[in-house]
């Protein structure tokens, strides 16, 4: 009795449709087509087969999971065979072998009612083995040398493809840290740029009055800063703290500027100025660890984790690895950001 709910032709040219969309760009047309051809071919006679096997008693699903398993493999090993290296006119005995392996150990497995992990890891051991044995009978055979041997049994587009849909995931989670991260520091600009306000224009009115050593030895350098070229004056200011900055200027404008520092004091305040200047670390491994470490120290564990208790895998691990001194291989610029995060976020 046909299995009820099961189109193998629709589901055939659907899988073949999405073959094309998936074959690697790198091949020139009638590899492409070989590719899509063998798909669509072994696909529409293994699910006609299971169609009309009246005493297996598929369900619908069963035979589109078997039908799909052979549709992928089917896939794969073309697209390996294409890059083996080996001659053309060998490559459809291999696929015939392949296909009727998966659906010989398919179908054995679906009447021992085994699990679908279990089903799929059994057809791939076979599949590898099925492989493997058609490439030694090539070179048994003279047709292909030992070269050509090893680099046919190294191929593995369904590798090849598992490892770049992880590296676009692990991109992807990159771009999400990153544009968080971005509005974060920019909620942090606002909030310090409004706090740097505001302790400006306390500074301000301090002036006018009781004047602290920082602000005589930041007067200091006004002074000294309105002798220099705006080229030199930039790139003295950009050493400083934006807060800092912005003080210096104002007082660089400021209506009798010498009359408010001593002579002495000046010279003084000169020689001591380069311990205001900010020494900037560079981005390192050490220096994030080092950066977590500090942090870990003052504060408990379970703080830690609540904040990034919402966050990827990625940035759990590399956070629990940082515990024990290991660096988990996280991209340096985002391990940067991630311990920065969690410094602000304490």
Not at 159 to 174: L, P, R, S, T
Request: aromatic residues 6%; hydrophobic residues 40%; contains cysteine.
């Amino acid at each position: 009795m046909p299995i009820d709910g099961f189109d193998y032709k629709g589901f055939a040219a659907s899988m073949a449709e999405q073959a094309k969309q998936l074959v690697p760009p790198e091949l020139g047309d009638h590899e492409k087509e070989y590719v899509v051809n063998t798909l669509s071919n072994f696909t529409m006679l293994a699910g006609e087969a299971l169609y009309n096997d009246e005493n297996l008693k598929l369900t619908a699903e069963q035979a589109i999971f078997v039908t799909q398993v052979i549709a992928e493999w089917s896939f794969h090993k073309s697209i390996d065979l294409i890059h083996s290296g080996i001659d053309e006119q060998y490559w459809n005995n291999i696929m015939q072998k392949i296909a009727f392996t998966i659906f010989e150990v398919a179908k054995q497995a679906i009447i021992k009612e085994v699990s679908q992990e279990q089903l799929l890891q059994a057809v791939e051991y076979h599949v590898v083995q099925v492989y493997k044995k058609c490439i030694d009978e090539l070179e048994q055979k003279g047709v292909i040398n030992e070269e050509t041997k090893e680099h046919a049994e190294s191929q593995s587009n369904i590798d090849a493809m598992a490892k770049k849909a992880v590296e676009e995931q692990v991109k992807k989670n990159e771009a999400k840290i990153e544009e968080a991260d971005s509005k974060r520091r920019e909620v942090v600009r606002k909030r310090e740029e409004a706090r740097r306000q505001r302790k400006l224009e306390k500074e301000k009115e301090a002036t006018a009055g009781c004047i602290t050593k920082r602000q005589i030895k930041l007067m200091s350098l006004a002074m000294f800063l309105k002798i220099l070229s705006e080229n030199q004056v930039k790139s003295i200011l950009s050493r400083f703290t934006n807060e800092d900055a912005q003080l210096i200027v104002y007082y660089m404008n400021m209506a009798n500027l010498e009359g408010q520092v001593d002579s002495d004091l000046l010279i003084n305040c000169l020689m001591e100025m380069k311990e205001t200047l900010p020494v900037k670390r560079r981005l390192t491994q050490e220096n994030v660890m080092s950066d977590l470490l500090r942090l870990y120290k003052s504060n408990p564990r379970e703080n830690i984790e609540k904040i990034i208790k919402n966050e990827r895998p990625l940035v759990k691990r590399f956070i629990a690895q940082a515990y024990d001194g290991e660096y988990s291989g996280l991209p340096l610029k985002v391990a940067g950001i991630v311990a920065q995060y969690v410094e602000d976020s304490i």
